[in-house]
């Protein structure tokens, strides 16, 4: 089921700070995977990702941002990736 959930959930959300939800009292779906992710979800392969190209942008340094799930089975093009910084 891990494979099945992170390749269903390749899409990403990045928010400035810690903001974002968190799974409440669906945490325990969140651990079994379900379609298009929960309030709460992080892709193991979004957060990796996330993280590394942070390397990238200036403005991602010294700051927090979190990072979700976004129903999608192909992860962010580099263009996406470029926009998903900027709003940071």
Same mark, same amino acid.
Request: charged share 35%; hydrophobic share 35%.
């Given at each position: 089921w891990n494979l099945l959930f992170d390749c269903n959930v390749r899409g990403v959300v990045l928010s400035k700070g810690d903001v974002l939800e968190g799974p409440g009292f669906q945490a325990v779906f969140t651990a079994t995977g379900t379609d298009g992710g929960l309030?709460? %979800?992080t892709s193991r392969c979004g957060m990796a990702e996330a993280l590394v190209r942070s390397l990238e942008y200036d403005n991602a340094g010294n700051i927090d941002?979190?990072?979700g799930t976004k129903e999608?089975?192909?992860p962010p093009? %580099?263009?996406e990736w470029k926009d998903l910084f900027a709003a940071l």
């Open positions: 309030k709460g %979800d941002f979190g990072v999608g089975r192909v093009s %580099d263009a």
